[in-house]
């Protein structure tokens, strides 16, 4: 089955704030204001090389694309296999891997991982910067003049700490779930409460857990990560961080995404008419750009201080990182 994409602008405008950008003075004022706006991290952007393309994640994709619902499985189980795959992997490698920076395996953090390296997961990257969202967006864009809605690339925002959004993080929801737990036991002190029964999801931090949560954001690297502890449950410690260069330097973030069909604007509707009927989620914002900009965003990303916004930048590689640091030995006599 072929992934629906517009077909035209005036139809994608009933599903996002738009505003389509043709000219460049109203470039150049859209790239003042919000380049200044991205400062307070409370704005998630994302560009897509093509106005076209419906917010879908890589899983969705997948999933409809290649029609594996015929292969008698659920959507369900086609994710929770690739989970189950890195925990058996060479022997607990990657419980070996998070227990070396004082941290344990989840099912997020392995969805993350599979991310990270083009695997096809229900989570859609978001940046806190707007430079890093411009290059995806200018990213193998690809410019043949026409009449349409191919002439056009996007930027997406999402102001999530907007007072009319209920759009909640993970964290927000773990720190939620352990205060409704500790309540209960200060309230009932009498009362037991089996430690496995309530935190073993959280710990582990289920995708069938997540499924249940329906939609919301995975926040960006912060430094030391961000732990959760109980009074009440000593033994208790979870700690989640985004691992990765790539996140680091590109400012990284996600949104997970439970269903298999709708994009995420399906989620966004501005009304309370979701198809999920759980929160209420403003529409997202949208800019349409004209294709005969991206060399003028392309020499604005390269002259960025103060680092170039280009492909080592967002994309840096181990490997080359380290041969750089020994040529840099011998350059720098």
């Keep these: 089955m072929e992934i629906q ?3 035209s602008l005036d139809q994608k405008e009933s599903f996002f704030d738009s505003k389509i950008i043709d000219n460049k003075l109203e470039l150049d004022q859209f790239l003042e204001e919000w380049s200044k706006k991205d400062d307070s991290k ?3 952007f994302r560009g897509m090389n093509e106005a076209k393309f419906k917010l879908y994640n890589s899983a969705q994709r997948v999933w409809i694309g290649n029609e594996l619902k015929y292969l008698g499985k659920t959507y369900f189980n086609f994710i929770q296999s690739q989970i189950l795959y890195l925990e058996k992997y060479q022997n607990g ?3 070996k891997f998070y227990n070396s920076f004082g941290s344990k395996t989840n099912d997020l953090s392995l969805l993350s991982f599979l991310q990270h390296y083009g695997a096809p997961t229900p989570l859609l990257d978001f940046t806190f910067n707007l430079k890093c969202a411009l290059y995806f967006a200018t990213y193998d864009c690809k410019y043949i003049a026409s ?3 191919d002439n056009y690339f996007s930027i997406y925002a999402i102001e999530y700490e907007n007072p009319e959004s209920e759009f909640q993080s993970i964290i927000d929801i773990l720190n939620d779930t352990l205060k409704v737990v500790e309540k209960e036991i ?8 089996q430690e496995s029964g309530v935190l073993n999801p959280i710990e582990k931090l289920s995708y069938k857990t997540l499924q ?3 939609t919301f954001y995975i926040p960006e690297y912060k430094k030391g990560g961000y732990e959760f502890t109980s009074k009440y449950f000593p033994k208790f410690k979870l700690i989640f961080n985004q691992q ?3 996140v680091i330097n590109q400012e990284g973030l996600f949104i997970y995404m439970y269903d298999e069909n709708h994009p995420l604007e399906e989620y966004f509707t ?4 979701s198809f999920q009927e759980t929160y209420y989620l403003p529409k997202i914002k949208c800019w349409n750009i004209h294709k005969s900009f991206k060399d003028y965003i392309l020499k604005s990303l390269k002259n960025s201080k103060p680092y170039p916004v280009d492909k080592d930048y967002i994309f840096p590689q181990e490997e080359n990182i380290a041969m750089q640091a020994y040529k840099s030995f011998k350059t720098n006599l």
């Design 5 to 7: 994409n517009y077909q």
């Design 42 to 44: 409370k704005i998630m």
């Design 93 to 95: 490698l990657f419980q």
């Design 147 to 149: 009449e349409n809605i």
């Design 186 to 193: 200060k309230e009932n002190p009498k009362k037991k409460i």
């Design 212 to 214: 249940e949560l329906k």
């Design 244 to 246: 990765n260069l790539n």
């Design 270 to 273: 501005g009304d309370g008419s």
